[in-house]
């Protein structure tokens, strides 16, 4: 990643960055690393236009068709009364509904006794919470398609919100089959990184909700696209964002702007967060105030957020922070009265306020 954004950033240098689509496109040459790499620079030309122009991104594409966004949060654990447990706490917070994993990695045909505890975990959680809350399964990849058809089947009486990447990407022709075995909606997307990649995804018609990920599908110049690519097909959007306070600031910003946008993923309380978690990186906390299982959409220029410096080190560390670069000089109060100096992307203007979704940062 360190080398991805070295090298795109000499094609940078000295260019104006309110041009973003014309960098994008200077840019673009597709596969994960890349994408993820032209992701957090994305997101920092957009959050400079932002603050340059004294608005929030939503405002530069096109305006907001909604004022704040459902949100769902995970939960772990592997004993049907852990996640019942866990699924009710987060109901009593005033969350509407959760994501959990399904299962562990099951062969090509595998056991019934697996099917059996991951319908014993969804029941429990159905039970605790009532009819109305939302539920998320994310297969994660890790079923084939023989035990993918006989799970989403077992699991349709629960009525889950839906299904998440039954299948590997690699193998989204099987979505047709699995499609045919139920009637829950269909998610799939994080692990692809570019409108070319969900292009036939979406022409295939078997996908109800598409779930690019802001920070490594190409930023929001891309999944601003994506976004309008899916909503062609009459396909739902829930942007993937386990990671931190700017992928979520970049999801909320592009899902003011989308019809199609359902829900949005977003990492606070995640099991993984060990010791820190997604406020503690943000000057004002306020801004991710969820009310009644919705966030509003975040007000302030650019972004809409200020990070504490402090916690660069933190970043560095841990991978699920999310990204932006900051670019050191450009700032609103270098353009009073009417902003009449022309920014300039150079050299010296990186900080160490760089966050990528690898905790890269970049050298002062």
């Known amino acids: 990643m360190?080398?991805?954004?070295?090298?795109?950033?000499?094609?940078?240098?000295?260019?104006?960055?309110?041009?973003?689509e014309d960098?994008?496109?200077?840019?673009?040459?597709?596969?994960?690393?890349?994408?993820?790499?032209?992701?957090?620079?994305?997101?920092?030309?957009?959050?400079?236009?932002?603050?340059?122009?004294?608005?929030?991104?939503?405002?530069?594409?096109?305006?907001?068709?909604?004022?704040?966004?459902?949100?769902?949060?995970?939960?772990?654990?592997?004993?049907?009364?852990?996640?019942?447990?866990?699924?009710?706490?987060?109901q009593q917070e005033g969350i509407t509904a959760i994501k959990m994993n399904a299962t562990e990695e099951m062969q090509?045909?595998?056991?019934?006794?697996?099917?059996?505890?991951?319908?014993?975990?969804?029941?429990?959680?159905?039970?605790?919470?009532?009819?109305?809350?939302?539920i998320g399964v994310d297969f994660h990849g890790r079923i084939h398609k023989p035990m993918a058809k006989v799970l989403a089947k077992a699991l349709e009486p629960y009525r889950l919100m839906f299904i998440e990447e039954p299948v590997l990407p690699e193998n989204n022709e099987a979505l047709r089959d699995i499609a045919n075995h139920t009637s829950t909606p269909i998610a799939t997307g994080e692990r692809m990184f570019s409108r070319w990649d969900f292009k036939s995804l979406l022409e295939d018609g078997y996908v109800d909700i598409i779930q690019p990920d802001l920070s490594h599908a190409g930023g929001i110049t891309e999944c601003k696209k994506i976004f309008a690519m899916a909503e062609a097909y009459d396909v739902a959007v829930a942007p993937h964002c386990p990671l931190?306070?700017?992928?979520?600031?970049?999801?909320?910003?592009?899902?003011?702007?989308?019809?199609?946008?359902?829900i949005q993923e977003q990492s606070l309380g995640i099991h993984y967060n060990q010791g820190n978690d997604l406020l503690d990186y943000v000057t004002d906390p306020s801004v991710f105030?969820?009310?009644?299982?919705?966030?509003?959409?975040?007000?302030?220029?650019?972004?809409?957020?200020?990070?504490?410096?402090?916690?660069?080190?933190?970043w560095r560390r841990n991978p699920h922070i999310g990204g932006e670069i900051r670019f050191g000089d450009i700032r609103t109060d270098q353009w009073p009265n009417g902003r009449t100096e022309e920014p300039r992307v150079k050299q010296n203007d990186f900080d160490s306020e760089f966050i990528a979704n690898k905790g890269l940062i970049l050298p002062n």
Not at 2 to 20: N, T
Not at 23 to 51: E, F, N, P
Not at 109 to 132: L, P
Request: hydrophobic fraction near 40%; include cysteine.
């Open 23 to 90: 960098h994008w496109q200077v840019m673009y040459r597709g596969g994960s690393i890349l994408m993820s790499a032209i992701a957090g620079i994305d997101q920092a030309l957009w959050d400079i236009k932002g603050k340059y122009f004294d608005a929030p991104i939503y405002q530069l594409l096109g305006g907001a068709c909604r004022d704040s966004m459902r949100v769902y949060s995970w939960i772990g654990g592997d004993r049907p009364s852990d996640v019942g447990k866990a699924a009710l706490e987060k």
């Open 108 to 134: 090509y045909i595998d056991s019934y006794q697996k099917v059996d505890q991951v319908v014993e975990r969804i029941a429990a959680i159905r039970t605790a919470t009532g009819s109305d809350f939302g």
């Open 2 to 20: 360190q080398a991805a954004v070295d090298e795109l950033m000499d094609l940078l240098i000295g260019k104006d960055p309110l041009r973003i």
């Open 244 to 262: 931190g306070p700017i992928a979520l600031a970049a999801c909320l910003q592009v899902d003011a702007t989308a019809h199609n946008a359902i």
């Open 289 to 314: 105030s969820y009310e009644d299982g919705y966030v509003k959409i975040p007000q302030g220029p650019g972004l809409g957020i200020q990070l504490m410096r402090s916690t660069s080190v933190e």
